[in-house]
């Protein structure tokens, strides 16, 4: 069964960020409709995921790709504040962030050093801050 669907997808598109992206979001309004009891909301979760299927089918590389392409486009910075608050979070159990009183720069200091004296790398401007 696995081998059928391996020749089947050979020369389609696949998945890529944008399919993602419409499942995802199909399914979420699909949910949104079930509470909200919006038959159009229903219809419209179908129209995302069936959209989705199609590009995951196809045999057309490149209409496939230019879509994908405008899509990271039109969404990259969105993308990169998400990306920026999953790191920031990735780091808040071992780094304080300050930011310089002059310059509003950020400065990442280690947690668990004490009252130390901080100096900004951008203005040379220093503070004590608790790490």
């Given at each position: 069964?696995?081998?059928?669907?391996?020749?089947f997808?050979?020369?389609?598109?696949?998945?890529?960020?944008?399919?993602?992206?419409?499942?995802?979001?199909?399914?979420?309004?699909?949910?949104?409709?079930?509470?909200?009891?919006?038959?159009?909301?229903?219809?419209?979760?179908?129209?995302?995921?069936?959209?989705?299927?199609?590009?995951?089918?196809?045999?057309?590389?490149?209409?496939?790709?230019?879509?994908?392409?405008?899509?990271?486009?039109?969404?990259?910075?969105?993308?990169?504040?998400?990306?920026g608050?999953?790191?920031?979070?990735?780091?808040?159990r071992?780094?304080?962030i300050?930011?310089?009183?002059?310059?509003?720069?950020?400065?990442?200091?280690?947690?668990?050093?004490?009252?130390?004296?901080?100096?900004?790398?951008?203005?040379?401007?220093?503070?004590?801050?608790?790490?």
């Amino acid at each position: 069964m696995k081998e059928k669907f391996i020749r089947f997808m050979q020369g389609r598109y696949g998945a890529d960020s944008l399919t993602k992206f419409l499942v995802i979001t199909g399914v979420i309004v699909a949910c949104l409709s079930s509470i909200s009891k919006v038959r159009s909301l229903y219809l419209l979760a179908w129209v995302f995921i069936i959209f989705a299927y199609f590009r995951m089918f196809s045999k057309d590389y490149a209409k496939r790709s230019a879509e994908n392409q405008l899509f990271l486009k039109k969404t990259y910075k969105l993308r990169c504040k998400f990306a920026g608050w999953k790191r920031r979070l990735g780091q808040i159990r071992q780094y304080h962030i300050y930011k310089c009183p002059s310059c509003k720069q950020k400065i990442r200091i280690p947690r668990g050093k004490g009252k130390i004296e901080i100096r900004c790398p951008k203005c040379n401007e220093t503070f004590v801050k608790k790490s």
